[in-house]
């Protein structure tokens, strides 16, 4: 089974403060991405990556930054964070080589700032 | 661009009564469709999915059938249970700048109670 973990079930933190939610996945995925899902707007999409050092904006990359140094693990930075990055953070792999679309979700982040 | 619209919650059922949440979708060219899960306090799960026209994706009792004539893939299933209690995402499958398929668009979800 695919496994895709993230480094925190629940966050609490200060407004200014870096932020980093941490994304591991088991399989040798090459897509990864990061999404924040909100009430009344689902999932939208923050960052992906197809590959080692690589990545791609997706819809609402602002205020947010990415790290994918190793093929298993991709990171989502927040610099500073702000309140209206309250939010419930979700972590994704698929792997496209194998014409397999489906992707694989990690149990999410909640992160509430203050 | 394209888009998934899904039917807005919440969606109030009691046990053994039939579900259908509807779902359609606009896009070039031929995407796959999925239908995603998720369960209180639990990141997302596939459901289901259908790759072309007329594929019918079915687990846990629950079906929907890839209909290109109406852009629709509806999830039904005849007899819900407490358990199916969730939110349901119906995607579609876009191109990524890597050029292979990979990248999810998203309905905005569904919510389901289902009421012993």
């Known amino acids: 089974d695919v496994k895709v973990t993230q480094s925190s079930r629940y966050l609490v933190k200060r407004t200014g403060e870096k932020v980093f939610l941490e994304c591991v996945q088991d399989?040798?995925?090459?897509?990864m991405f990061w999404y924040r899902q909100d009430p009344g707007l689902g999932l939208r999409l923050i960052y992906f990556s197809y590959d080692v050092k690589m990545k791609e904006k997706g819809d609402i990359p602002e205020g947010y930054s990415v790290s994918r140094e190793k093929k298993e693990r991709f990171s989502l930075i927040l610099e500073s964070a702000s309140t209206n990055q309250t939010s419930m953070y979700l972590c994704?792999?698929?792997?496209?080589?194998?014409?397999?679309?489906?992707?694989?979700f990690g149990p999410g982040t909640r992160l509430l700032v203050l | 661009g394209d888009s998934v619209t899904q039917m807005e919650g919440p969606v109030t059922l009691s046990e053994e009564a039939c579900l259908t949440i509807?779902?359609?979708?606009?896009?070039?060219?031929?995407?796959?469709l999925f239908w995603y899960v998720q369960y209180p306090g639990e990141g997302l799960q596939l459901l289901l999915k259908?790759?072309?026209?007329?594929d019918k994706g079915s687990n846990k009792g629950f079906e929907a059938t890839y209909r290109k004539e109406t852009t629709s893939f509806h999830l039904e299933k005849g007899s819900v249970q407490v358990s199916d209690s969730a939110v349901y995402f119906c995607?579609?499958?876009?191109?990524?700048?890597?050029?292979?398929?990979?990248?999810?668009?998203f309905g905005k979800g569904t919510k389901l109670s289902v009421k012993p």
């Open positions: 259908a790759t072309k026209a007329d």
């Open positions: 399989m040798d995925h090459e897509n």
């Open positions: 994704a792999s698929s792997d496209p080589g194998t014409g397999e679309e489906t992707q694989y």
């Open positions: 995607a579609l499958s876009v191109p990524n700048y890597g050029g292979s398929q990979g990248n999810l668009i």
């Open positions: 509807n779902c359609t979708y606009t896009a070039t060219g031929y995407p796959s």
